[in-house]
């Protein structure tokens, strides 16, 4: 366990799965400048767990936040005092779209702006019945600064983000899963759905995971035919790959169970 001031970072060899904890419950883990940048230490912490010959380790990444919440969004003190233009410097929702590994906000509690563009900024967002999701900005008399209504639009459409944005209303994790803003609604069962379906990309062909998490990535950035071309340019390197090998020999081998290094 690596300890930065705002988050905790975890690793598992075993599983190859890593935990980050967005800390600081006592502001119900909102976003200070602190937070955003322990966030892509965490990350990077993480991802340097796995620089060893063996392949690459970090296969999945569970987002969650401290004590049954999971982010009040940007943190409002700070937010007021910044000057115009300091905003844009917060990168971390970048860094995790960018991580070259698949990240899922598991979501209890309070998931609202900033948290929630934080978690729309994962590759999949796991929530429990009892989460409360929005974009409240409006009622400060500001929008979501991070891409929150531009998420939206891409996960439901554009009618649905005005819903949520305009209106600032606090959603239930089965309306946000009704709009496609969540993957999966869980209850008890959350922590260990979560965990299984980090397990389960957790145990695929890194690479191929990493090309497909790209390719998804710039389906939304691109038009058909480029984004088409952009999967085959990613298609044919894999071809050549270990895993590759591995996963046909599995294929073609009964009860042999392939075991995939990330080569
Ligand atoms: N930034 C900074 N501090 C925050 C925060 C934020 N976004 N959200 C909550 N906190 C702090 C509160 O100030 C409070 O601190 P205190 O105990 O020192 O007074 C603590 O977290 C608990 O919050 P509180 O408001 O007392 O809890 P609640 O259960 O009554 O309400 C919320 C929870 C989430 C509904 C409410 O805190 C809220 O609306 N927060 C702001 C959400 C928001 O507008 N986010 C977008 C910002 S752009």
Known sequence: MEEFETVTAEFDAETHVGHLTLNRPDALNAL????????????????????????????????????????????????????????????????????????????RGYCLGGGLETAMSCDFRFAHEDARLGLPEVN??????????????????????MEVAMTGDHISAE??????????????????????????????????????????????ETGLDEGRKYDRRRFEPLLDTEDHEEGARAFAEDDYTPEFEGR
Request: proline share 5%; with cysteine.
């Open 32 to 107: 200070s400048d602190q937070l955003r940048r322990d966030v892509v230490s965490g990350l990077q912490w993480l991802e340097s767990q796995g620089e060893d010959d063996e392949g690459i380790a970090l296969r999945a990444v569970i987002v969650e936040g401290a004590d049954g919440n999971f982010c009040a969004g940007a943190d409002i003190t700070e937010f007021s005092d910044a000057a115009p233009g300091e905003t844009s410097e917060r990168q971390h929702y970048d860094f995790i779209r960018q991580f070259p590994v698949p990240v899922i906000a598991k979501i």
């Open 140 to 161: 400060l008399g500001i929008i979501p600064g991070a891409g929150g209504v531009q998420f939206i639009s891409r996960l439901a459409n554009p009618s649905a983000a």
């Open 175 to 220: 309306r946000a899963h009704e709009l496609r803003i969540v993957n999966r609604v869980h209850s008890d069962d959350l922590d260990d759905a979560t965990q299984a379906f980090a397990e389960k990309i957790a145990a695929k062909p890194p690479l191929a995971i990493q090309a497909i998490k790209d390719a998804a990535r710039i389906s939304t």
